[in-house]
């Protein structure tokens, strides 16, 4: 799961990764984009195409697969880079290319059903391994269960134990937001009867003369709020994350296959379930990690992406919850049959019960040449000893993977603050780091916003790696992955160790070669100059 925490005095606030805070950041809109220095660490691109790609033109359009809960298709800065199947004959309702999905015009939904039902919320993978579990094991001591049955009684108790705490705290957030609600409400109505008006500022509320107890209580969590930058739109997002939490994350009871998808649910390698609707319900980090990738650059509007001249493919895979393993299998296999050479996958999950196919499916895109780039997540966790899915070291991967990319998020900071706070890292697992805070990019509806996460981090390299294939056409994706390994710009700073707090919380120091394989933050110029001593072009 992706979760970002921000400080709001009374209120402990949580927000989802990919819930937009506009601010006015002017400064930091291609902050990413722009060329490692002193005092920022960006990818080095505008130099790249200024000093490197000038005079060049790029041979091939390639299509980038992006994984995610959905793409706002007409955005502005994305429509003229939307993947269309040219076999597919739109709206006839027939598989005209025979790849097994009808009318799949710009990409698939694997969220949905034939009648253009889809999946909105859905639980974890947590609550449904509770169900799972519960349905043999309830009640039921370890002395009551057969010797071929106790290593899973043992895991039924391990997943009981982390569902019941994950619910109960999801209750207690859901009961602190209404608590902190209620007293905003009351507090609003005091400043609007003291002040005669319906509407008021921040500086009304400052200015307001203290007469009552009351007031001053309602004065005085305004004035917090204020404080802190916090506005009603806030506290809607807020409303939004507790109420999901709550009723839909740890809710054993939801089964969105039976319900709405409708597919065999035991069949495990069945296609063609699903519609072509591929923007989905609420495709606002599918569209922010799309735009980060390929947004018309130099247009006049929005923002740049990384690369130029690619297609991106929507493959919606990603609830708001946990994605299903036969849906991540099925995704992966999509884009590779239909001749994506980058599959970008910013999402992940601590549990996976069929890991197996999805193993499969990253062997499959192996041998087919496809490169994956994955987020590392948002937990702050080490991947060394903890486990985010899918993964390059499932035990069902014979060796490693050689075209599979783990990214972690870094900042725009040169000093100890450089990697995210949030970020999952691993001396082992993680592969490289590249920027992801303060990120912006597309929102649905013509929109723009900042957003944090290895979310954002993974499709910076998927962008890179996609800019090089375009120019060199030649390279392979194991070529290209080396490519971006080695030409990341390596540091060996003492930085803040993630989750261990940020500046304020005396945060545990470690070196950052001590995060990934290669100590390294991806660079955009050092990659295509090595690119372009590889390849025959």
């Known amino acids: 799961m992706n979760l970002m925490k921000k400080g709001l005095g009374l209120v402990a606030f949580f927000a989802l990764s990919f819930t937009s805070y506009s601010q006015d950041k002017l400064e930091l809109i291609d902050w990413h984009l722009r060329d490692l220095s002193a005092s920022e660490r960006g990818i080095s691109l505008e130099k790249a195409y200024d000093e490197l790609l000038n005079n060049a033109s790029p041979k091939e359009q390639v299509i980038v697969a992006v994984i995610d809960s959905g793409i706002d298709i007409e955005h502005e800065d994305l429509k003229s880079v939307i993947w269309t199947n040219e076999d597919e004959i739109p709206g006839n309702g027939k598989d005209d290319d025979n790849n097994g999905y009808i009318d799949d015009v710009h990409g698939w939904n694997f969220l949905g059903n034939a009648n253009g039902d889809m999946v909105g919320p859905d639980n974890l993978e947590v609550a449904r391994l509770y169900k799972h579990y519960h349905s043999k094991f309830g009640g039921k001591m370890l002395s009551e269960v057969s010797d071929a049955e106790k290593a899973e009684w043992k895991a039924y108790q391990r ?26 409400d009351a507090s609003k109505k005091t400043i609007q009867e003291a002040l005669g008006k319906e509407t008021f500022t921040p500086d009304d509320v400052a200015q307001l003369e203290v007469t009552t107890p009351e007031l001053g209580q309602a004065k005085g969590l305004l004035t917090n709020l204020y404080d802190n930058g916090f506005t009603e739109k806030d506290l809607a997002a807020w409303e939004d994350y507790v109420t ?43 569209t922010h990690v799309a735009g980060i990738i390929a947004a018309v650059r130099d247009n006049g509007i929005g923002m740049n992406g990384v690369a130029n ?3 991106i493919m929507p493959i919606r895979t990603v609830p708001k919850g946990d994605e299903h393993d036969k849906d991540v299998a099925n995704a992966i296999r999509y884009a590779v049959d239909n001749g994506a050479r980058v599959v970008n ?21 192996e041998d087919k040449g496809v490169l994956l780039v994955h987020a590392a997540g948002n937990d702050g966790n080490d991947l060394d000893t903890k486990s985010n899915y899918p993964t390059n070291y499932s035990s069902f991967i014979k060796g490693k993977v050689k075209t599979y990319l783990t990214v972690g998020a870094s900042s725009i ?33 013509d929109n723009y916003e900042y957003n944090n996460g290895t979310s954002m981090a993974a499709p910076v390299v998927s962008g890179i790696a996609a800019l090089m294939m375009s120019y060199y056409p030649d390279l392979s994706a194991k070529q290209v992955k080396k490519i971006i390994e080695k030409s990341a710009v390596r540091f060996d700073d003492s930085v803040n160790l993630p989750g261990s707090g940020d500046a304020e919380n005396d945060p545990t120091q470690v070196e950052f070669d001590e995060l990934s394989r290669t100590a390294g933050l991806v660079n955009a110029y050092n990659a295509l100059k090595m690119a372009a001593k590889k390849s025959k072009y």
Do not use: C
Not at 159 to 181: C, M, P, S, T
């Open 309 to 311: 001249h690619v297609w």
């Open 345 to 365: 996958m910013s999402f992940g999950k601590s549990h996976s019960p069929h890991e197996k196919i999805v193993a499969e499916a990253i062997q499959y895109a």
């Open 413 to 445: 900071n040169s000093d100890e603050a450089f990697p995210a706070t949030f970020t999952n890292y691993g001396e082992k697992k993680v592969d490289v780091f590249a920027p992801g805070v303060d990120i912006y990019s597309t929102y649905p509806g």
């Open 244 to 286: 999901t939490q709550a009723k839909y994350y740890y809710n054993e009871d939801i089964d969105s296959r039976k319900d709405i998808i409708k597919d065999d649910a035991d069949n495990l390698y069945e296609t063609g379930y699903g519609n072509p609707k591929v923007s989905g319900t609420e495709p606002d980090h599918g």
């Open 159 to 184: 997943v009981k134990n982390e569902f019941e705490e994950g619910k109960l705290n999801a209750q207690k957030g859901y009961d602190r937001y209404e608590q902190i609600q209620t007293m905003y």
